[in-house]
């Protein structure tokens, strides 16, 4: 139960989260850089097939935005970045949850021998 | 490495904080008149850089605006040469009025990534505590 699926993919998921968050803060500071593409980062797919194959552990990959830029050659929403960044919070804290929730279990099972 | 969003964004807070600067003390010297045998006041643009990797922003350098500045005509003034000219600073007051918006934005944007992100950690932080 130690290395479960579930836990393996939650790990993978507060993994891939912080990355996001990671580079959701590099994207925002660099929003007046001239010439800075936004960076996004990936995991959910790669964890679902994981989980498909009853593995759970999944690497986030780093792409480059390909959206248009601006003038200054800088491509860095700062809606969508915001909106990116409450979402990977929400998600962060779900995915902190089912892990506690899964810790709980664990523990309550070690008592009740 | 372990907080790593919150120094991330603090490295931009500190390029907007350098920009605000720069931008607040070429509005205060838009009308320092200085005499034509000397330069006029330069103006300062900070110029950003992204860091390698995701390791925020830094000040890659400081451009300075024209030495020349403008020529305008005051015989009253004591600066005023014999002809009566004094040299102005070339600022563009709607411009640097445009990047002051912006500068301010791009600030209030990163602390608010600084707030969130230890939302984040503070979660993080419960991890494997019995409720």
């Excluded at chain 1, 593995?55 to 860095?76: F, K, Q």
């Excluded at chain 2, 807070?13 to 607040?24: E, G, Q, Y």
């Excluded at chain 2, 640097?96 to 600084?114: D, F, H, T």
């Amino acid at each position: 139960m130690l290395d479960s699926v579930t836990s393996a993919a939650l790990t993978s998921a507060l993994d891939g989260l912080s990355r996001r968050q990671r580079a959701i803060a590099d994207n925002i500071a660099n929003v007046n850089t001239p010439g800075y593409h936004a960076q996004r980062v990936q995991f959910e797919e790669a964890l679902a097939a994981s989980v498909q194959d009853g593995d759970g552990r999944a690497t986030a990959t780093t792409s480059l935005s390909a959206e248009p830029t601006r003038t200054n050659g800088n491509n860095v929403n700062l809606d969508t970045e915001t909106m990116s960044n409450i979402d990977t919070v929400l998600r962060f804290q779900f995915a902190t949850q089912a892990l506690n929730a899964q810790f709980t279990g664990l523990r309550s099972a070690l008592r009740t021998s | 490495m372990t907080f790593d969003a919150i120094g991330i964004a603090g490295t931009s807070l500190t390029v907007h904080r350098k920009w605000l600067d720069a931008i607040a003390d070429n509005l205060a010297n838009a009308n320092t008149a200085a005499p034509t045998s000397g330069p006029a006041f330069r103006a300062r643009y900070i110029e950003a850089q992204a860091g390698p990797g995701t390791s925020g922003v830094y000040v890659a350098g400081v451009r300075e605006g024209d030495a020349a500045g403008r020529l305008v005509f005051e015989p009253d003034n004591p600066l005023a040469d014999a002809e009566g000219y004094v040299r102005y600073p070339d600022i563009d007051l709607s411009e640097q009025m445009g990047s002051l918006i912006m500068a301010q934005r791009g600030y209030q944007a990163n602390a608010q990534v600084v707030d969130r992100a230890r939302t984040m950690y503070e979660s993080a932080l419960q991890i494997g505590r019995s409720s």
